[in-house]
């Protein structure tokens, strides 16, 4: 992996304080750089384990709770769904699903830097939120691609300096009735 020289530096430095620190050091006063692993999932354990995920904005927006819904109970889906995914059936469709966007995109000029995210992005959404309808999945990668379209414009704006591109403000609505 090849890295700046700067990035060397700050490597290097925090695996000699890593070795000479016991894996587990104070960065900065509100930065803890924990390179252990059982004390990370110790600490991982502690920082989750009474997490309540708030209401959903629909919720919210009525000035209405809905049901407690803990942070371990999504973990453990999500956990057994990674585990299902990542077998080699589960890989063998996520690199078929790639390789079809890619041809997609064959014999054309394309921005390679947008196309990655596209392919890369939209082929695991069917990992993200599986059982949509072909509906449902345009809208969300359609949503998708507006936020990543705002977030690539304004990182490449404020790196460079440059004016940004007109942005995408996402908006949803429904028709009463």
Not at 90 to 98: D, I, K, P, T, V
Not at 106 to 125: F, G, H, I, K, N
């Amino acid at each position: 992996m090849a890295v700046s020289p700067g990035e060397e530096d700050v490597l290097r430095d925090l695996r000699a304080r890593s070795y000479a620190e016991g894996g587990i050091f104070w960065v900065s006063d509100d930065e803890l750089a924990v390179f252990d692993p059982d004390v990370a999932q110790q600490i991982n354990t502690a920082n989750f384990s009474d997490l309540v995920l708030p209401d959903k904005l629909g919720d919210l927006v009525r000035g209405r709770t809905g049901k407690p819904f803990h942070w371990q109970e999504v973990r453990a889906v999500w956990i057994a769904q990674m585990r299902r995914l990542s077998d080699a059936e589960g890989l063998a469709q996520l690199a078929a699903r790639m390789s079809s966007l890619l041809d997609e995109r064959l014999d054309r000029p394309l921005d390679l830097v947008w196309a990655a995210q596209e392919v890369s992005a939209q082929a695991l959404v069917p990992v993200v939120v599986a059982g949509l309808s072909a509906d449902d999945t345009v809208r969300v990668l359609r949503d998708q691609t507006q936020k990543i379209r705002h977030l690539l414009v304004t990182v490449f704006s404020e790196r460079s300096g440059a004016d940004p591109a007109p942005r995408f403000f996402p908006l949803a609505w429904r028709k009463r009735g």
